[in-house]
T-cell receptor, first 113, second 113 residues
Framework: QKEVEQDPGPLSVPEGAIVSLNCTYS??????FMWYRQYSRKGPELLMY????GNKEDGRFTAQVDKSSKYISLFIRDSQPSDSATYLC?????????????FGKGTMLLVSP | ETGVTQSPTHLIKTRGQQVTLRCSSQ?????VSWYQQALGQGPQFIFQ???????GRGNFPPRFSGLQFPNYSSELNVNALELDDSALYLC????????????FGPGTRLLVL
């Protein structure tokens, strides 16, 4: 079992739809949870950052973390064609001498006009 | 504020050759991490540098080595290139002890023939 599982998609939705992206993980020591957006042939861009369990909202984006279920989600409201990209979840145990991010494989999202 | 930059953007090498990739950290960041992203996969942690010393390493052989310079810029060196080394190499910078937020550069795409 991989440490972080993420459905690779592709996930195709019409413009304006609500999108739900998810990751599950097995390492209970993960404390920090991030979502990155990666356009084709570009580097990942940080979208959302959450510490421990709970919700965080930023504009059209909402991140949820449920540590008891080892499950994280990213919701995108009013999706736009410009949201078409690969979304990577990433997690970290936190500072213990050094920090490293463990990523899912990424979910490709396609938003059609 | 200057973001993370990497050079070159693309590189083609043959099996057995050596390659050096370069990264300039975001202004004010003192820690740099390198990741390898194979096609269709999430980034995999190679190593991290802080104060010019390797501060942690993922599951990569010793032929992957690095340097960090006093201005926090960094190099990734790969010796004896193998076909499987073909990937997008990402540099991420961060501030130690300020949480787990890492900011990525655009990457260097390496093709080994």
């Amino acid at each position: 079992q991989k440490e972080v599982e993420q459905d690779p998609g592709p996930l195709s939705v019409p413009e304006g739809a609500i999108v739900s992206l998810n990751c599950t993980y097995s390492n209970s020591a993960f404390q920090y949870f991030m979502w990155y957006r990666q356009y084709s042939r570009k580097g990942p861009e940080l979208l959302m950052y959450t510490y421990s369990s709970g919700n965080k909202e930023d504009g059209r984006f909402t991140a949820q973390v449920d540590k008891s279920s080892k499950y994280i989600s990213l919701f995108i409201r009013d999706s736009q064609p410009s949201d078409s990209a690969t979304y990577l979840c990433a997690m970290s145990e936190g500072y213990s001498g050094y920090s490293t991010l463990t990523f899912g494989k990424g979910t490709m999202l396609l938003v059609s006009p | 504020e200057t973001g993370v930059t990497q050079s070159p953007t693309h590189l083609i090498k043959t099996r057995g050759q050596q390659v050096t990739l370069r990264c300039s950290s975001q202004s004010g960041h003192n820690t740099v991490s390198w990741y390898q992203q194979a096609l269709g996969q999430g980034p995999q942690f190679i190593f991290q540098y802080y104060r010019e010393e390797e501060n942690g390493r993922g599951n990569f052989p010793p032929r992957f080595s690095g340097l960090q310079f006093p201005n926090y810029s960094s190099e990734l060196n790969v010796n004896a290139l193998e076909l499987d080394d073909s990937a997008l190499y990402l540099c991420a910078s961060s501030i130690r002890d300020s949480g787990e937020t890492q900011y990525f550069g655009p990457g260097t795409r390496l093709l080994v023939l």
